[in-house]
């Protein structure tokens, strides 16, 4: 089954330029965890129970479907376009095609004689399958690391982002619905935060909010639950996390204050006589006038800021989390010029929430390993700490 004329152990390896659209990027990350999940699922199986041999060759041929939609999808739309700029240049890619399509069918009949097979004939059935599967998905890995150097290549150098991203709308504009809840279903637990959530607004931008919240309650039950707290209270969507989950409040508060610097949306999840310690020792009032002179202030020095809790207990009406803050510094910091480097740190925080809204807040942070991340050599001026 190996093709020779692709088969390859060495990546291509040319970086992908940071700013420009990669139109197989999240597609091919999908499609590699479904490969590789499923190998593993068909070196597992359990030969003498029906049932569970029937679920891996259903996982088998919703792989095998994807994989032949995707083949055409690229044949139909990518090709072309690469063919417009580099004549000639997606015959190899097309000839590997043509061996996958082979490749699957024969994959297909190997799955079908097992399914029909019993006893010791489906063991050695289901070895066989096992062994044309992973190097399909050899085969597979170095095509499309071949596609996202060699192919994009000439995609960026023939078309502008704009150009490029209005052929992905027009693939996805061609995809079958059932086809892309097996797209959100393997893509989406698979991409970085960042990639998911780019993916996301993307997504809240283009179609209506009823649209888009059915989206998210599918993409929802597929990521792990920190995921999905996190996408909700980024994105503002109450349908992967409940409005009377405390963890969650605390989260959508300190993204809209410490993350998107929205003292606004921030003043949503907080009580009218709000209380932020760290700040009232500055003397500033209590209630969302707070917020509207702080956040305005880690907006201006924070950029690229990320908040992720790592550890939680719940007690009663107080929250208690251990977090990890990220950010890069690109303003003035109670006097610290901006450095430009970026910065991690933990803290300690413990909320007291009344009515679903945060009434009270204390918090620790590492801001000396801060000020040693930034470069610079003293701490902060006497008058920022003194009361
Ligand atoms: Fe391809």
């Known amino acids: 089954m190996t093709n020779p004329a692709t088969a ?14 990669d139109i197989y ?9 479904c490969m590789a999940a499923t190998l593993v699922e068909v070196g597992r199986m359990d030969c003498g129970d029906d049932q569970a041999v029937k679920w891996v060759l259903d996982r ?8 032949v939609g995707h083949l055409q999808k690229e044949n139909q739309f990518v090709h072309p376009a690469i063919e ?6 997606s015959l190899r890619m097309a000839g590997e095609h043509a061996h996958h399509d082979a490749s699957i069918a024969q994959l297909r009949d190997d799955a079908d004689r097992l399914s029909r097979a019993g006893g010791a004939a489906r063991e050695s059935a289901a070895t066989r399958l096992y062994r044309q599967l992973a190097v399909f998905v050899a085969d597979n890995l170095a095509h499309m690391d071949t596609e996202e150097s060699v192919n994009n290549a000439i995609l960026w150098a023939g078309y502008t982002d704009a150009e490029l991203a209005e052929l992905h709308a027009a693939i996805v504009a061609a995809t079958s619905p059932s086809q892309l809840a097996v797209d959100v279903r393997w893509i ?21 909010p009823e649209v888009f919240a059915g989206v998210a ?3 929802g039950p597929h990521l792990p639950p920190q995921g999905r707290r996190w996408l909700a209270f980024e994105l503002g969507l109450p349908a992967l996390a409940p409005h009377d989950d405390p963890l969650a409040i605390v989260e959508r508060f300190i993204a809209a204050t410490f993350v998107r610097f929205d003292a606004g949306a921030a003043a949503q999840w907080v009580t009218p006589d709000f209380v932020a310690h760290p700040w009232a020792a500055y003397g500033l009032p209590p209630g969302p006038a707070a917020l509207e002179a702080v956040v305005p202030v880690f907006g201006n020095a924070f950029g690229e800021a990320s908040a992720e809790v790592i550890d939680h207990m719940i007690d009663g ?66 008058e920022a700490t003194a009361a």
């Open 84 to 89: 417009a700029r580099d004549p000639a240049a």
């Open 8 to 21: 390859s152990t060495t990546a291509t390896a040319i970086d992908t330029p940071a700013a420009r659209f």
């Open 188 to 208: 989406t637990p698979h991409l970085s935060p960042s990639e998911l959530a780019a993916l996301m607004r993307g997504l809240q931008a283009s179609m209506p």
């Open 317 to 382: 009406d107080r929250v208690a989390l251990r977090y990890v803050y990220a950010a890069r510094h690109v303003g003035d910091l109670f006097g610290i010029a901006a450095t430009g480097r970026r910065f991690r740190i933990e803290g300690i925080c413990i909320v007291r929430l009344a009515g679903g809204r945060v009434a009270e807040y204390w918090r620790e942070e590492d801001m000396l390993g801060l000020q040693r991340q930034l470069g610079v050599a003293t701490l902060l001026p006497a």
């Open 25 to 33: 990027a999240q597609v091919h990350k999908g499609l590699r965890a």
């Open 60 to 67: 088998l041929d919703q792989l095998l479907d994807w994989c």
């Open 217 to 219: 309650g599918m993409v």
